[in-house]
């Protein structure tokens, strides 16, 4: 009995481990399974994130770079509108001081080598004129700076002499572009009525500007390819296009979609930027000051985007590179079992750079690389958002408007380097003074700060002014070009209730920029406070100027 059971015991034992064998190998390929379907599960998610990232990123990149591209389209419109404006209201000067000496001493007896005299000295301090005229009533060439007889001449058949001859407008005349008969060039013909003690018309004072004066300016601006740059009348007389072309000048554009669309989008005394319905371009149009005179810019869309194009090739290349490499990855992952926990490690890593990433991206998009403070874009979109949270708590709402003393002076004097560490220097000053949790300080653009102090009254807000600007004089920073040696600041100060306030935002704005100028104005290294209380509109000129930024 001993023997037998002893005997039957044996197979028993020997059957165990078989059996456990099996299972454990079992267990052992569903884990394998496991693995490898949860590789290829975190490879997949990998590549499927780094496309969605990807894709983002060169949307969002894009979006940068045409706004960037709208905004120095704008820019550059407003200064050669500027620019244009100042050229045409030193011309009108001179037309109206000879139409006062003239219409003063009576055409008959004026002084005709007087007139010739001050003539050539106006030819010599203003480049862009070629010539003065008097011609009186009939036409006949009176006086004229280039300073030879023209007997039997006459210019009653020219449009600007007829204007005048037919309107009484005492205005000035901008009229389409002609060839000088004196010096057989293309000009742009500036005029003013004469008339007697009477009212009726005794003649013409002309002066005409050179078309190439604008052209030289014009020309030295890079435009790239499909770019083009349009000075015209308003009603659609073309004075100068560039790329340019002899044959474009006095070219009719009031039928061309593109002139019209721009023109019937010109707001009074405004700029305008791209309209939806040309896609391929991005465009402007500023009015040069009062005169009919506009000024278009346009810029292709494809020549602006080629370079966000070459990153987002690269960038795709470098993406694609790195898809091969995960997936390489993961193969060697499921065969090599036992390397698992360093590949997952590897894996966790590479998330988190891509949040880093993603987190350096953000910062990127809301803050100045220079200083380190909120851009431009962060600050409006917090000003909304502090207007809303006052409006509806019933608060207050202060801003601080602040701009460095002399900052171009020193500029030229310590280079353009130096100015840079001069407005991180600034930047942190303006930092430990908006040192409130929901206080926001930003660079709003060259030298300018601005700081944005939710539920502050006015005086508060002026003791935080003057604390950022004591804190920088008492770092006593040599500023050999300013008037005391030293670098200064000055100070805008506005706070308004934006509950009672329909345009809380430019309102703030404007009135914080208007203490700024009022701060220059009284001497700089100052704070000034704007007291009002209420929501009226500040000035417009300061207004216009805001929204054009």
Not at 507 to 528: E, I, M, S
């Amino acid at each position: 009995m001993h023997g037998s059971a002893e005997a039957g015991s044996t197979p028993g034992a020997s059957d165990a481990p078989a059996g456990g064998s099996g299972l454990l190998g079992s267990q052992l390929a569903t884990r394998r399974r496991n693995i490898r379907a949860g590789a290829f599960g975190i490879l997949a998610v990998a590549v499927l994130a780094l496309l969605v990232t990807y894709g983002w990123n060169s949307w969002q990149l894009r979006r940068l770079q045409l706004s960037g591209a709208e905004i120095s389209t704008v820019n550059l419109t407003h200064a050669l509108a500027d620019q244009a404006s100042s050229a045409f209201k030193m011309v009108d000067t001179v037309l109206v001081g000879m139409v006062n000496r003239v219409e003063q001493d009576g055409l008959a007896a004026s002084d005709k080598d007087a007139l010739y005299a001050l003539m050539m000295d106006h030819l010599a301090e203003l480049p862009a004129m070629q010539g003065l005229f008097i011609y009186d009533r009939a036409g006949k060439w009176i006086v004229n700076s280039a300073g030879r007889s023209y007997n039997g001449r006459n210019n009653a058949d020219r449009a600007y002499f007829q204007h005048h001859r037919d309107f009484p407008d005492r205005g000035v005349h901008i009229g389409a572009p002609i060839i000088g008969r004196t010096s057989g060039a293309w000009v742009i013909p500036v005029s003013r009525r004469l008339q007697d003690a009477d009212g009726r018309f005794s003649g013409v004072v002309l002066a005409t500007i050179k078309v190439d004066f604008f052209r030289r300016i014009y020309e030295k601006i890079a435009l790239r390819p499909g770019g083009k740059l349009i000075l015209a009348l308003k009603d659609g007389t073309q004075l100068l296009a560039i790329p340019f072309s002899r044959s474009d000048i006095g070219a009719r554009l009031g039928a061309t979609p593109l002139f019209s669309e721009l023109a019937a989008s010109l707001p009074e005394g405004g700029l305008v930027e791209t309209s939806s319905r040309r896609q391929d371009l991005i465009h402007a149009v500023g009015q040069a000051g009062d005169y009919p005179v506009l000024l278009a810019v346009a810029r292709s869309k494809d020549h602006v985007l080629a370079p966000w194009r070459e990153s987002v090739l690269a960038a795709g290349t470098a993406l694609f590179a790195l898809a091969a490499c995960l997936g390489a990855m993961g193969v060697y992952l499921v065969r090599q079992m036992h390397e698992r926990d360093g590949l997952e490690q590897e894996l966790i890593t590479a998330k988190t750079t891509l949040e880093s990433l993603n987190a350096s991206l953000l910062t990127q998009s809301q803050n100045d690389p220079l200083t380190g403070l909120f851009n431009r874009r962060y600050v409006e979109a917090a000003l909304e958002r502090e207007i809303a949270q006052a409006r509806r708590d019933g608060g207050m709402l202060a801003a601080l408007m602040i701009d460095v003393d002399h900052f171009k002076k020193y500029n030229d004097s310590y280079g353009h380097l130096a100015g840079d560490a001069t407005l991180i220097e600034v930047a942190r000053t303006v930092q430990r003074g908006a040192c409130r949790p929901r206080d926001v300080a930003g660079r709003f653009g060259g030298e300018e700060f601005v700081v944005l102090l939710p539920a502050t009254d006015l005086a508060g807000a002026a003791v935080v002014a003057e604390t950022i600007r004591a804190d920088l004089q008492r770092r006593g920073l040599a500023h050999r070009a300013a008037p005391g040696g030293l670098l200064s600041l000055s100070i805008g100060v506005a706070c308004i209730a934006p509950a009672q306030c329909p345009d809380a935002a430019n309102t703030l704005l404007d009135r914080a920029d208007g203490a700024l100028y009022a701060a220059k104005a009284n001497g700089r290294n100052r704070v000034d406070c704007d007291d009002r209380r209420g929501a009226d509109s500040a000035g417009k000129a300061i207004g216009a100027r805001l929204r054009s930024w």
